[in-house]
């Protein structure tokens, strides 16, 4: 089974900052089968990118996804006080099985 | 419009078994590569994929409680329904029901969430 770790556990930043978020796969992931999700409290998930790289449906450009193989990233180049949350990447393994990271929980510093 | 909405029992005794309603619109079930799953996520704590069902009534499970669970569809209410056996305290956690991307690899449209508490 593929675990993925995110880090850092939580990233304390100010709006305005720039936050890198990271996704580390246990095994080579295609990047077509990662996702990024962001969630709120008491909110569910909400997909953020798909395929890596692809930005969901009315997603503001200033996320973005990058990565192959084991290390993936997301970026969120100006941070917006609504963009403070809890992140989570998935990724998907035929078979099938879907499997998420633990979470990386983005706080106001 | 897609929505999804979970519905179920918020209390459930320990050793008895859990269903859970997905009621669902915007989308049918019946349509060539349409799926959906249910995901928990205890509190505090990450997402736990736990099975998925196809418009051609393919299932899939999770690998960790593959044995406890059953995904169900009635294509003509829009609903799918999980039932879970055995519930046990550490099965507290909010459910989700969410619409798989045409693709297969990632949810697009999810529940809000139905929280069930296991407790004698």
């Known amino acids: 089974e593929i675990v993925l770790t995110q880090s850092p556990g939580t990233l304390s930043l100010s709006p305005g900052e720039r936050a890198t978020l990271s996704c580390r796969a246990s095994q080579s992931v295609t990047s077509s089968y990662l996702a990024w999700y962001q969630q709120k409290p008491g909110q569910a998930p909400r997909l953020l990118i798909y395929?890596?790289?692809s930005r969901a449906t009315g997603i503001p450009d200033r996320f973005s996804g990058s990565g192959s193989g084991t290390d993936f990233t997301l970026t969120i180049s100006r941070l917006e006080p609504e963009d403070f949350a809890v992140y989570y990447c998935q990724q998907y393994v035929t078979s099938p099985g879907y499997t998420f990271g633990q979470g990386t929980k983005l706080e106001i510093k | 419009q897609v929505t999804l909405r979970e519905s179920g029992p918020a209390l459930v005794k320990p050793t008895q078994t859990l269903t859970l309603t997905c009621t669902f619109s915007?989308?049918?079930?019946?349509?060539?590569?349409?799926?959906v799953s249910w995901i928990r996520q205890p509190p505090g704590k990450a997402l736990e994929w736990l099975a998925r069902?196809?418009?051609?009534?393919?299932?899939y499970y999770g690998t960790s409680l593959k044995t406890r669970l059953t995904i169900s569809k009635d294509t003509s209410k829009n609903q799918v329904v999980l039932t879970m056996t055995s519930m046990d305290p550490v099965d507290t956690a909010t459910y989700y029901c969410a619409r798989v991307s045409g693709s297969r690899y990632h949810f697009d449209y999810w529940g809000q969430g139905t929280l069930v508490t296991v407790s004698s």
């Open positions: 069902i196809d418009w051609d009534n393919d299932k």
């Open positions: 915007g989308f049918s079930l019946s349509t060539s590569g349409m799926c």
């Open positions: 395929g890596a790289s």
